[in-house]
């Protein structure tokens, strides 16, 4: 079966700080990739998504960016992090529209980061 | 732009009572939709799906949803709530054949006991 990781779980950053959340799938290839982030009261807010291997789109033009250096691992950056970056991040994985149209997505536990 | 509309944030009921969680999408073609769960401390599960076919969903633990194409809506039910349904409730949707889902900003349930 699939599983999905993140790591860390929670993390406490300085401004200005760098960053780097990471999140691996296991159980399936090729899969779409998603980083998201929770917000009380605003939902999920889908940050970045990813089809492939070093194939990234951007939602959202903000302090963040994501690679994806093998297929089932997918990062998400920051040079300098700002206080507005604090959330709860969620990584995501579905299978890929091209296999199957059913693709609905599978979520990771989240990482807390507070920057302070 | 294509956006989903939760119109409860917060609802608190008490145990045994019904529920209903209003969601509508703006889109006009050929849509996927969901219900995905968060209970505290787990994490986000999907509650129920719709692909095509009868526009009555039911799902996990109780839960039913009713797609109606007119309305653009897809409204989460359930006849009977329990303590344990407590958790924050997320409407999504996606484009037919797309690979991006579109959530809502979520309805927090409280079950009182």
């Known amino acids: 079966s699939q599983t999905i990781h993140q790591w860390p779980a929670t993390l406490v950053q300085p401004v200005g700080s760098p960053l780097s959340l990471e999140c691996t799938v296991e159980g399936t290839s090729n899969p779409n990739l998603y980083w998201y982030r929770q917000a009380a009261g605003r939902g999920l807010q889908l940050l970045f998504y990813s089809v492939g291997i070093g194939q990234i789109s951007s939602e959202v033009p903000q302090n963040l960016s994501a690679s994806r250096p093998q297929d089932r691992q997918f990062i998400l950056s920051s040079k300098k992090l700002l206080l507005s970056d604090s959330g709860f991040y969620l990584c995501a994985w579905s299978v890929s529209v091209g296999v199957s149209s059913y693709n609905e997505q599978f979520f990771g536990p989240g990482t807390r980061l507070t920057v302070l | 732009a294509q956006s989903v509309s939760q119109h409860n944030h917060h609802v608190i009921l008490s145990e045994a009572a019904s529920l209903e969680l209003g969601c509508n999408y703006s889109y006009g073609g050929t849509v996927n939709l969901f219900w995905y769960v968060q209970y505290p401390g787990q994490h986000l599960q999907l509650l129920l799906k719709?692909?095509?076919?009868?526009?009555l969903v039911k799902g996990i633990k109780g839960f039913e949803a009713e797609f109606i194409k007119s309305k653009f809506s897809f409204n989460l039910r359930k006849p009977s709530v329990q303590w344990s349904d407590t958790a924050e409730y997320f409407c999504a949707f996606k484009m037919n054949r797309d690979d991006k889902i579109i959530f809502g900003k979520g309805t927090r349930l409280h079950i009182l006991p």
């Open positions: 719709y692909f095509s076919g009868d526009p």
